[in-house]
Antibody, heavy 115, light 106 residues
């Protein structure tokens, strides 16, 4: 069955960096667009970034453009999110999900940005 | 960005009730809409894709309708496990966007 497992979350000071990973299995990863979605505590869902199946096309929410970088490794079936210049408002559970319809999600990893 | 306006933001209902949630897009998104259910502390789960297609394994009491700018999620007979928050999401264009959510409570 489809599995997506996020890792890499934790507590980080404002201005620092963090790298999230999403390990996948159970589907043809190399043909699927992939996405990161986040949810701040007690808030709704916010799409963060997406990447095409080849990795050539990348898309970002305005809130993270220039600070976050999405990437993928189609040989290892993994997705990454490099987060730089983190801000307190980036505090959230970060989920990876597949396809534009976000038809499968991981369990999420919590990122807390605080001094 | 395409704005999605979901209503109501919350509702109270009882087991067996018919529940309807609406989602209005700020521009024509054809059928590029999905509906999700999220229970507390859990990841969202897709219910409906392409506005009206039921995801495999989702109970048939869930249905979606609409196209263009106006969409509806209907739960025909509310069950105890359906008390949760529901979100619409458009995938017609980037950036992908979500509605604000509807919390279904007892």
């Amino acid at each position: 069955q489809v599995q997506l497992v996020e890792s890499g979350g934790g507590v980080v000071q404002p201005g620092r960096s963090l790298r999230l990973s999403c390990t996948t299995s159970g589907f043809t990863y190399k043909t699927s667009t992939m996405h990161w979605v986040r949810q701040a505590p007690g808030k709704g869902l916010e799409w963060v970034a997406g990447i095409s199946s080849s990795g050539y096309n990348k898309y970002y929410a305005d809130a993270v453009k220039g600070r976050f970088t999405i990437s993928r490794d189609n040989t290892k079936n993994t997705l990454s999110l490099q987060m730089n210049s983190l801000r307190p408002e980036d505090t959230a559970v970060y989920y990876c999900a597949k396809r534009e319809s976000l038809d499968s999600w991981g369990q999420g990893t919590l990122v807390t940005v605080s001094s | 960005a395409i704005q999605l306006t979901q209503s109501p933001s919350s509702l109270s209902a009882s087991v067996g009730d018919r529940v309807t949630i609406t989602c209005r897009a700020g521009q024509d998104i054809s059928s590029g809409l999905a509906w999700f259910q999220q229970r507390p502390g859990k990841a969202p789960q897709i219910l409906i894709y392409d506005a009206s297609s039921l995801e495999s394994g989702v109970p048939s009491r869930f249905s979606g309708s609409g196209s263009g700018t106006d969409f509806t999620l209907t739960i025909s007979s509310l069950q105890p496990e359906d008390f949760a928050t529901y979100y619409c999401q458009q995938f017609h264009d980037y950036p992908l966007t979500f509605g604000g959510g509807t919390k279904v409570e007892i």
